[in-house]
């Protein structure tokens, strides 16, 4: 079965430098979310979308800015990179419904030098 | 706010034998999920099990089976024959019922041992 998607896998910046994490979701899966996971600490919610609009916001810093496209896929911009910037970036994907599981993708590890 | 707390960081088994990891949570809704996932060394995200805040039944996932006591907001994991494979970080997990503004807030984890 297909699953979620991220790219790059791993990603190093120095900082002050700017990244982009693209998610693609599970065909047919119309609402994506976005997490943050630092190091020894749960994962955060950073920002979902559904239907290509922003449906919620989490703590997600201003210098981060996020969007969903027409084919679903979704791309975390992070700007002016900061060491505490250093994370597991988790994308999940579901169908919207009263209930349907959220399949989270396997991450994007960025590392700021 | 909903929040969601396990009071153990790190946990031991023996192999074969039984564990049971705590969660409690606190929220003002009626009907909401729980989660339990495991989190290896890979990291992945790998949902071991759900329970329905509507069910009175408790879910039950081969090996794995929770006790859900929604008046004492209480969402415990029991792992039964505990195998070399199920060493990884455990995250208790809640989300709100309706599906908009569904994020998942998870606990800080416990990390699981298991001694051969």
């Known amino acids: 079965a297909a699953g979620v998607i991220q790219s790059p896998r791993h990603l190093i910046k120095e900082k002050r430098e700017t990244a982009t994490l693209k998610c693609y979701p599970i065909p047919r899966h119309d609402t994506v979310y976005w997490y943050q996971q630092g190091p020894g600490q749960d994962p955060q919610f950073l920002i979902s979308f559904y239907e290509k609009m922003q449906s919620d916001k989490g703590s997600i810093p201003d210098r981060f800015s996020a969007q969903q496209f027409s084919d679903y896929h979704s791309e975390l911009n992070m700007s002016s990179l900061e060491l505490g910037d250093s994370a597991l970036y988790f994308c999940?994907?579901?169908?919207?419904?009263?209930?349907?599981?959220?399949?989270f993708g396997p991450g994007t590890r960025l590392t700021v030098l | 706010a909903q929040t969601v707390t396990q009071s153990q960081p790190e946990m031991s088994v023996q192999e074969a034998e039984t564990v049971t990891l705590s969660c409690t949570y606190d929220t003002s809704e009626s009907d909401y999920y729980l989660f339990w996932y495991k989190q290896p060394p890979s990291r992945q995200m790998i949902l071991v099990i759900r329970q329905e805040a509507y069910k009175q039944q408790n879910a039950t996932e081969n090996r794995f089976s929770v006790n859900f006591q929604k008046a004492a907001k209480s969402f415990s994991l029991k792992i039964s024959d505990s195998q070399l494979g199920d060493a990884a970080m455990y995250f208790c997990a809640y989300r709100r019922f309706p599906y908009r503004d569904d994020k998942i807030i998870f606990g800080k984890g416990t990390r699981l041992h298991i001694l051969p």
């Open positions: 999940a994907s579901r169908t919207s419904g009263d209930y349907n599981e959220q399949f």
